[in-house]
């Protein structure tokens, strides 16, 4: 087993409970992680026996440009879509990270991480 890792991917989006948050959107930051059989792919050296890091890529981004009031939302129609998409991914995790959080106080960042396993 192996994992592949995408960190500090930097967005743009709209999310939140706030009218305010779907018209002016923040920065967000998520990591993203995956667990799969990656003996296969170390042997091949061929891009098909792997997890490919640009598809992980393009399903946070899109499911981040989808407006919602929870980050808990967006990490589940994440992990969702990965299972969905790459049959090889076994365990995955995703943080989301909305920065500046509009919270009343000086607050870097608020993190929301889900986990899910085949």
Known sequence: MGKVRL???RLY???GCLK???VIGSDYRVDLEVTAD?????ATDQLSDTVDYVVLNRIVSLEMEL??????TVGARILDRIFN???TVSAAEVSISKINPPI????QQVTVVLSKTR
Do not use: C, Q, T
């Open 7 to 9: 960190e500090n991917i």
């Open 13 to 15: 989006a709209f999310h």
């Open 20 to 22: 305010e948050e779907g």
């Open 38 to 42: 990656l003996e296969k792919a170390s």
């Open 67 to 72: 407006r919602s009031h929870l980050l808990e």
């Open 85 to 87: 998409e790459i049959d």
């Open 104 to 107: 009343g106080g000086d607050v």
